[in-house]
């Protein structure tokens, strides 16, 4: 496969958004896969084991939820009840049932009621009037009376403070009794629709691969690729996983360069990666050629330029001079360079810094920029089918160009010097191409220069 797979439609996938906050000239640490993953579950692990910790301790295993009793208001009120007579019968009351019954449930219906009861019989109690009528009533009556509006002031408070108990609660929690679109339910709802829509993003994924499901713990890598010519500009960029082979992700690096040698017969399916000090060469085609060889031997046998290019590569232009000028005692050593068959290792396999510059060479001397950018563990909502990846999260939409004649289809050719054309280079559609210069399958003039167009 060369730029996209050729076989198969294509269907959208969903991948978690997120991803690495970009910071210029930010590199990370040499480090590894099977190093991150190990550091990260630990991390996990110790981080469950400070939330749980302290609640394990606390809450007894055999406790079960189901055997947690639920007290009702009428249970409530009517222990409270209980609680009030018994305490009225050890300091000698004798309070009639039947009317103890009736209050009870008078509580219980019409809480606002007796609220408004107990402070209308308040204010009664102050009124002059009243004052003089109680004198003429017997002292264990009076008592009685007194104790028992004691008790029902009591139990309406605590009915009182019951409900704007449930008042306040109900700000916190979710009522199903809330109409449809309104209250909390519908910012709950709101909120939903925020998240799903905030937690994924749709990508394209061939539809020709298998089931195979992504054995966990799996690292996810986020591998951009630039442009051969313009520096800084992002061409494609994947999500890999840590245990696929480096040719999965060549198969699926689109390079205009790929399609020019295609069509005039030369494409070379030979190239190669270079991250750290590791040549990956792709070797799975018996006319590949290995280009790491070129350049390992040369290292061999020309250390010193090899290594004068290299402080240059490593300290750049203004230290070079600096050290022209001012000289330094402490010298480069060069890397250890070996080579590996791509088709055999993997991104676990390597060592490198997340956020460094790698090299990706291949038609010969065509070279781009890699960068391995993020790795993360994978994560639900990630794609868990392991023949899904390499999957392409970013690719900038090919620029046609129209034909400058009829300005309807796409150009495939383009002339130079053409003294015919409308404008100098020129594009033209093969219609309008063979229309203007060709008359019974003969070139009606040659002093002109034409070319395939490939779109880019």
């Known amino acids: 496969m060369r730029g996209h797979d050729e076989g198969g439609e294509d269907l959208y996938v969903s991948i978690p958004l997120g991803g690495p906050i970009y910071v210029s000239d930010l590199v990370g640490p040499l480090t590894r896969v099977p190093d991150f993953e190990t550091s990260v ?82 204010s009664n109690n102050n009124l002059p009037g009243k004052r003089k009528k109680r004198k003429g009533v017997s002292k264990k009556n009076n008592y009685f009376d007194e104790s028992y509006m004691v008790k029902v002031e009591q139990l309406a408070r605590i009915k009182l403070k019951q409900e704007e108990d449930k008042a306040c609660a109900r700000l916190h929690s979710f009522n199903n009794s809330i109409v449809p679109g309104h209250g909390v339910n519908a910012k709950a709802e709101k909120t939903k629709h925020l998240k799903s829509g905030s937690v994924s993003k749709k990508v394209k994924a061939t539809s020709s691969y298998g089931d195979d499901p992504v054995q966990f713990p799996e690292a996810v890598l986020s591998f951009e690729v630039y442009h051969n010519r313009k520096t800084g500009s992002k061409t494609q960029e994947f999500l890999v996983l840590g245990r696929q082979f480096l040719t999965e992700v060549k198969d699926k690096i689109y390079c205009l360069t790929d399609e020019i040698m295609t069509r005039a017969g030369k494409y070379d399916p030979s190239g190669y990666f270079l991250i750290e000090d590791v040549f990956c060469n792709d070797t799975r085609e018996s006319s590949n050629v290995d280009y790491s060889k070129t350049i390992l031997d040369w290292l061999k046998n020309s250390k010193n330029d090899a290594l004068e290019k290299w402080e240059f590569i490593v300290a750049g232009e203004v230290r070079q001079k600096q050290k022209a000028i001012l000289g330094t005692e402490n010298k480069q050593q060069l890397p250890r360079f070996k080579s590996l068959h791509m088709q055999s290792t993997r991104f676990c396999d390597l060592r490198f810094h997340l956020g460094a510059g790698y090299l990706y060479c291949h038609q010969g001397n065509c070279r781009h920029l890699i960068v391995l950018r993020d790795m993360r563990l994978i994560h639900p909502e990630d794609v868990q089918n392991r023949s899904a990846y390499p999957l392409i999260t970013y690719q900038p939409k090919l620029l046609f160009k129209k034909c400058s004649v009829c300005k309807i289809y796409k150009a495939d050719k383009v002339t130079v010097d053409d003294k015919w054309a409308s404008e100098n280079p020129c594009y033209f559609c093969d219609i309008c191409y063979y229309m203007l210069h060709y008359v019974d399958r003969s070139l009606l003039y040659s002093d002109f220069s034409v070319y395939d167009y490939h779109h880019e």
Not at 41 to 50: D, F, P, W, Y
Not at 59 to 80: G, N
């Open 41 to 122: 579950i630990e991390e996990l692990e110790s981080l469950k084991e400070e939330v749980y910790g302290d609640v394990a301790q606390v809450c007894d295993e055999d406790t079960s939820v189901d055997e947690l009793k639920i007290i009702q208001e009428d249970e409530l009120v009517s222990k409270a009840f209980e609680e009030a007579f018994k305490v009225d019968k050890l300091t000698g009351g004798s309070p009639n049932d039947n009317s103890a019954l009736a209050v009870e449930q008078s509580c219980l219906q019409n809480p606002e009621e007796n609220k408004k009861a107990i402070v209308s019989s308040e």
